[in-house]
């Protein structure tokens, strides 16, 4: 009997010590406490024990979410550097950030009027929460564009604002007309007409391995007829001003082989 009674009052004793327990378990914020060490730890560095995410201070509210944005990002042109007659590319990256949605829209400036600006696939997209965009801005310069070294500020806009960007971009004054490798005596595949503003270099490029001639019709001192042949790899370089047409071809190869035609002409501006 008396062994079973010792047993009971353990349980009992076991019991309430558990009871005990709990009840301080329950409360680790309680300042009363005299031997919450991390209360006295936070004393002494005079804090008011209210940082966030303490669990001794349950009624703290939580930080505020960061707010919607979205990112402005303009990467380098394709090619920075380019002739008239060529094109180029930059991409524009347009990113959410923190669940923004809505309508972008990009705009391009600081390129002279005559260069030909498009947006794949578009000016105006919408970007999904936590998305991101890519849009390749081309310029396309006409051969009788105006050249310029430009700084292009790219912005774009939204209910949150604008962001902006740069990317430099030159068209040099001259044009490139090759005689493409492995012409030899056949078809020379000079364009039909090239229009140039006045005083734009025309370089007439031999990539064949044979040597070519280029004759002038108008042979006056800006375009003159080539007084030597044209060596595999070298460069003639003429600068028509003269307002009428200006007709060439290979004068060792002579008209069968194709004739071109300058046209000096400024590309008009377009109506405002
Ligand atoms: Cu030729």
């Known amino acids: 009997m008396s062994r079973v009674r010792v047993a009971s009052l353990s349980l009992l004793f076991a019991l309430s010590a558990c009871q005990f327990g709990t009840i301080d378990s329950v409360e680790p914020g309680d300042d009363d406490q005299p031997d919450d060490a991390g209360d006295t730890t936070t004393g002494a560095d005079g804090d008011d024990g209210g940082q966030p995410g303490d669990p001794g201070d349950p009624d703290e509210p939580a930080p505020p979410p960061p707010p919607p944005a979205y990112l402005l990002e303009v990467g380098a042109p394709l090619e920075p550097i380019i002739e008239l007659g060529q094109s180029t590319q930059f991409v524009v990256t347009l990113t959410s950030q923190n669940g923004f949605d809505g309508g972008v829209s990009l705009a391009v400036e600081g390129a002279p009027e005559s260069w030909l600006l498009s947006f794949d696939p578009a000016d105006q997209i919408v970007l999904e929460p936590n998305d991101s965009v890519d849009v390749v801005v081309s ?4 051969s009788n564009a105006e050249a310029a070294d430009a700084t292009l500020d790219v912005t774009a806009n939204s209910v949150l604002g604008p962001q902006t960007g740069q990317v430099a971009l030159s068209v040099l ?30 370089k007439f490029v031999n990539a064949d391995s044979i040597e070519h001639r280029i004759h002038s019709n108008r042979d006056d001192e800006n375009f003159p007829h080539q007084p030597d042949r044209l060596a595999p790899g070298e460069v003639y370089v003429v600068t028509p001003v003269d307002p009428d047409n200006y007709n060439f071809y290979c004068h060792e190869h002579e008209v069968a082989a194709g004739v071109g035609r300058i046209v000096v002409e400024a590309l008009a501006e377009p109506a405002e």
Request: aromatic share 2%; no cysteine.
């Open 139 to 142: 310029i396309d310069v006409a």
């Open 173 to 202: 004054n001259e044009l490139t007309i090759a005689i493409a490798a492995n012409v030899g005596e056949g078809q020379h595949n000079f364009p039909g007409t090239t229009a140039v503003r006045p005083g734009t270099a025309v």
